[in-house]
């Protein structure tokens, strides 16, 4: 049984959520306001110093929004499997990390085969 287009249709019907658009939204525009708060103060600094703290400040937040927004979005998973009665099917999945990975690198071999 191939999984892809469970997948895809998942993945579809979490982007039309708006919720989702809305952190979309804040993070380009985090992005964006610190991307200009670096060229508005840091003017007299070279661009290659100028990128490096660029990256390593956007490195910084991603993580950041990573250790906080992961955990309150799968627990919305579960709580909505739970209210659905899907909670039972969400466990029976096989995404083991091993089985990720090994998909995920078929995947990588076959588009790079195409290609």
């Given at each position: 049984?191939?999984?892809?287009p469970?997948?895809v249709?998942?993945?579809?019907a979490?982007?039309?959520?708006?919720?989702n658009?809305?952190?979309?939204?804040?993070?380009?525009?985090?992005?964006?306001?610190?991307?200009?708060?670096?060229?508005m103060?840091?003017q007299?600094?070279?661009?290659?110093?100028?990128?490096?703290?660029?990256?390593?400040?956007?490195n910084?937040?991603?993580?950041?929004?990573?250790?906080?927004l992961?955990?309150?979005?799968?627990?919305d998973?579960?709580?909505?499997?739970?209210?659905?009665?899907?909670l039972g099917?969400l466990?029976?999945?096989?995404?083991?990390?091993?089985?990720l990975?090994?998909?995920?690198?078929?995947?990588?071999?076959?588009?790079?085969k195409?290609?």
């Amino acid at each position: 049984m191939t999984s892809w287009p469970i997948i895809v249709r998942e993945l579809r019907a979490e982007s039309r959520r708006p919720s989702n658009f809305g952190l979309r939204m804040t993070g380009a525009a985090a992005a964006t306001a610190l991307l200009g708060l670096f060229f508005m103060f840091d003017q007299t600094v070279s661009t290659r110093q100028l990128g490096s703290r660029l990256f390593y400040s956007l490195n910084a937040v991603q993580f950041l929004a990573m250790a906080l927004l992961v955990p309150a979005v799968t627990s919305d998973c579960i709580s909505r499997e739970r209210r659905e009665g899907t909670l039972g099917l969400l466990f029976l999945t096989r995404a083991h990390l091993r089985f990720l990975q090994r998909q995920s690198k078929e995947r990588l071999l076959r588009r790079s085969k195409l290609g």
